[in-house]
């Protein structure tokens, strides 16, 4: 019985023995992750405060030598368009002043704030080291015009009819004033052909006209002046109210009727009537060139005709640098 006792006890011990090493081999495994998950975490504070000491060393060095280096202040802002857009008035519109930074200056936003201008077509702007900023303007060139309604400035409510431009893409253009001007139009309201006949609200500075009338009468404007017509007559007013024709009116008297289809076949047949007309000393009063064949002319006395007035034209025109 004594035997069988201690054998159990022996037993026990033993059990317990593997009890203990389990316990401490679990312990020891607990403290190897705590050390490498020290590790880990001391790397990556150790990098995350690395990466942003060398940020701020980097961003102290650009303030340092570049967003505030007084070297690379703006001293000449070198401004070229190709209209009649005052260049002191591009400068105003660019929003930039001499002594900013040239670095720091944001040129997208001199960009948009010009191009929002519905007088410029394009702006293209560029840094030139170390102190030069040089701005290049496209300018819209208008070949229509039309009147819209605008409120009336004095604050009395109502509207009044402002005239618009339009140029050959048809985007409507705010005219300049006088004071915005390098270059004056000897005569701005009769310079430009007047479009009729659809609806004014839809004269928006700045935005494209979508009407399909509009577009053709367009065309015919920039046709007109590349065809044998030009100098022999001027356009002054272009009916775009019917979906099929465009009524025109000249400075001489003439209502010419054009459809939408081949303007320079029309423009050649008006050419060959008026000379028709010139040899038996007569103008034409009315022609419809819409009709394919037998085309209706009305005649009418060429002393009775007023001469054709003088093309108005930029003072100057071309590149300007300042």
């Known amino acids: 019985m004594w035997f069988r006792r201690g054998k159990y006890k022996n037993r026990r011990i033993g059990t317990r023995g593997i009890l203990l090493d389990v316990k401490l081999r679990s312990d020891q495994v607990k403290a190897t992750r705590l050390r490498w998950g020290a590790i880990a975490l001391a790397v990556s504070f150790g990098t995350v405060f690395g990466l942003y000491v060398i940020w701020r060393s980097g961003e102290w ?30 400068r105003r519109w660019a929003g930039v002043k001499p002594g ?3 670095f720091a200056l ?32 496209t300018e819209r ?36 004033e006088l004071r915005q001007r390098s270059a004056l139009l000897n005569s701005p309201a009769e310079a430009l052909p007047t479009l009729a006949g659809f609806d004014p609200n839809d004269l928006v500075p700045g935005r494209k006209l979508e009407s399909p009338q509009v577009r053709v009468a367009l065309d015919l404007v920039v046709a007109f002046e590349r065809s044998p017509m030009a100098g022999l007559a001027d356009l002054r007013r272009i009916d775009v109210s019917s979906s099929s024709v465009l009524h025109v009116t000249t400075g001489q008297g003439s209502v010419v009727t054009f459809s939408a289809r081949d303007v320079d076949r029309q423009l050649r047949r008006w050419r060959e009537i008026f000379d028709r007309g010139r040899k038996m000393n007569l103008a034409i009063a009315s022609v419809d060139l819409a009709v394919p064949n037998n085309v209706p002319v009305r005649w009418l006395d060429m002393n009775t005709v007023a001469p054709i007035a003088p093309k108005s034209k930029l003072v100057s025109k071309g590149k300007r640098n300042v």
């Open 100 to 102: 900013e930074n040239l």
């Open 106 to 137: 944001d040129l997208a936003r001199v960009k948009r704030d010009l191009e929002l201008r519905s007088v410029v077509k394009t702006a293209a702007i560029e840094r030139v080291l170390p102190n030069t900023l040089r701005i290049r303007v």
């Open 61 to 90: 060095a650009l303030n340092r030598f570049l967003y505030e280096n007084k070297d690379f202040a703006v001293q000449q802002i070198d401004v070229q368009t190709d209209g009649a857009i005052a260049t002191g008035q591009l």
């Open 141 to 176: 060139d208008p070949v229509a015009q039309a009147y819209a309604p605008q409120p009336r400035p004095d604050g009395r409510g109502g509207y009044e009819m402002k005239l618009m431009q339009i140029d050959g893409e048809g985007y409507v253009i705010l005219p300049l």
